[in-house]
């Protein structure tokens, strides 16, 4: 995920200098990640994509699950290769390729 320790750094220096760390309990993150990616959703809502809006959404969307995973004290970056492993067993290549159906069906 590239510049993650960067990223984490500066945000944890924003929230500071601001005392908003207060607000950021991980319900609140949660409901602030949901909120954020129906904004991102928004910029795709009559077809033709916004992509600037939706760059400025996706960024929110991210810096809340960013604020998440370090508020679970989580390493984004474990935390989704775990997952893709997970995934990866889910949905062999062989099964998968080129097919949308969940796993349960392939």
């Known amino acids: 995920m590239g510049n993650e320790k960067a990223v984490i750094t500066a945000l944890r220096e924003f929230v500071g200098e601001r005392e908003w760390g207060q607000f950021h309990t991980p319900e609140n993150l949660a409901k602030s990640i949901s909120i954020e990616a129906a904004e991102l959703l928004e910029c ?22 960013l604020l998440l995973a370090d508020r679970l004290n989580l390493e984004p970056d474990t935390i989704v290769m775990e997952k893709l492993a997970k995934t990866r067993e889910k949905y062999p290549v062989a099964k998968a390729r080129g097919r949308s159906e969940k796993y349960d069906r392939l």
């Open 44 to 65: 795709f809502q009559w077809g033709d994509a916004d992509v600037v809006a939706a760059k400025d959404e996706l960024a929110d969307v991210l810096t809340y699950c």
